[in-house]
């Protein structure tokens, strides 16, 4: 079926506002028409071809919310009216270790990004949210609980996910001292979830302003990554750092922030490699790691741990009309802290 979408015709060029067409809905599949669709920062650096590899026509958005409208005969965890949710990952082989072990999005075989990507079939385009329906296999969708509006939910099919499951991982909790770099889209929901979780979370940021807006959202201290001193006065103070920041920074700086084993682990995708001095590990027994998005199982245990602690992202919600701007207000770090896309405007 056609439908309309937010298209991104080249790299770099702004968004219009086109007609892509969807599946119809096979066995296994679950047909949603999408209510609303988060603006993550991996969508402008893929749109732009900040990676490498785009494949254009793309429609981006892979923090998808919505209510089933069919589904295939196969189906058995959702009908029509559910509240549901699709994140980052659309498909996987379902056969390789990573697959078995609950872990789609580390597919040995590749796994179907929901956007600038293939189906399995290794030929079919996938199209993302920026989109007024969606049609995906039912292993792929994940309930989004009552107590979650679809609209502060969107984020959390990647924002959420992509924080809670490195916590989750390297075991942050009670007595944990955890630091947060950035605060945006993904660094909002990761202090969120390291202060439920019990940790003693620091957010460190490069924009002052923020300080406030920190410190309501949980974090019990704030460091200014420009302020020298305070840096300093870190040293050897956090047991986890998560890194959620989009730009290239100078790391032996945060790293120098870890105690005797502690780890930095990358979430966020800046263009240049990282360049770390190999002392600022060595001195520490110090561990630099990277995490992606959470499998099946860990994205609907992320929705519940967020519904039952009354967590859902700070969102503004825009027309599609002004999704150019909004990722213009992202690159500079002006979002509070996720752009929502009312999908009935598309
Ligand atoms: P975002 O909302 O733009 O947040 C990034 C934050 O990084 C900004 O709010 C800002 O926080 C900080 N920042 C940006 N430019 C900076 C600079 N030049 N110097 C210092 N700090 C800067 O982006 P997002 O959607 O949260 O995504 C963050 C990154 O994670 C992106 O690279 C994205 O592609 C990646 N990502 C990875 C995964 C994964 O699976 N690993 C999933 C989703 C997203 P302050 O103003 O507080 O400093
Ligand atoms: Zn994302
Ligand atoms: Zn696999």
């Known amino acids: 079926m056609d439908v309309m979408a937010y298209v991104a015709p080249s790299a770099g060029a702004r968004l219009e506002r086109s007609s892509i067409t969807r599946r119809e809905p096979g066995p296994r599949d679950v047909a949603i028409d999408i209510a609303y669709a988060g603006i993550c920062h991996s969508d402008i650096h893929q749109a732009r071809e900040e990676w490498g590899g785009s494949l254009f026509p793309m429609v981006p958005g892979h923090e998808i919310t919505g209510i089933v409208t069919a589904v295939g005969a196969d189906v058995t965890r959702f009908a029509p009216g559910d509240r ?7 498909d996987s082989c379902r056969t390789c270790e990573a697959c078995a072990r609950g872990l789609e999005s580390y597919c040995l075989n590749g796994p179907s990004p929901t956007y600038n990507g293939y189906e399995q079939d290794g030929v079919t385009p996938t199209y993302g949210g920026y989109s007024t329906h969606i049609v995906t296999d039912e292993h792929f969708v994940v309930a989004v609980p009552e107590a979650l509006g679809l609209d502060v939910a969107a984020p959390l099919l990647c924002a959420g996910i992509t924080t809670y499951s490195p916590l989750r991982h390297w075991n942050v909790g009670p007595g944990s001292r955890v630091a947060v770099m950035g605060l945006g889209g993904l660094g909002h929901m990761g202090l969120k979830f390291a202060a439920a979780m019990g940790a003693e979370v620091t957010l460190i940021s490069h924009s002052p302003s923020k300080e406030t807006d ?4 949980g974090a019990h201290d704030f460091l200014l990554s420009s302020d020298r001193d305070a840096m300093r006065g870190s040293r050897n103070r956090f047991d ?12 032996h700086r945060y790293l120098a ?7 930095l682990c990358n979430v966020g995708l800046p ?28 994205v609907q245990e992320m929705l519940d741990f967020a519904a039952e602690h009354g967590l859902g992202s700070d969102i503004e ?11 213009e207000r992202v690159v500079i770090s002006d979002v ?3 752009f929502v896309i009312d999908a009935g405007t598309i």
């Open 336 to 338: 509070r802290y996720r």
């Open 240 to 251: 986890f750092i998560l890194n959620t920041v989009s730009a290239n920074l100078e790391l």
């Open 257 to 263: 922030l870890l105690r005797l084993d502690g780890t």
């Open 214 to 217: 920190a410190r309501r959202l």
């Open 317 to 327: 919600i825009i027309d599609a009309a002004d999704v150019n701007e909004a990722w």
């Open 271 to 298: 263009t240049e490699p990282l360049s770390v001095p190999t002392f600022a590990l060595t001195g520490a027994r110090r561990s630099i790691a990277g995490s992606n998005v959470g499998g099946c199982a860990e």
């Open 84 to 90: 549901v949710g699709v994140g980052v990952f659309v």
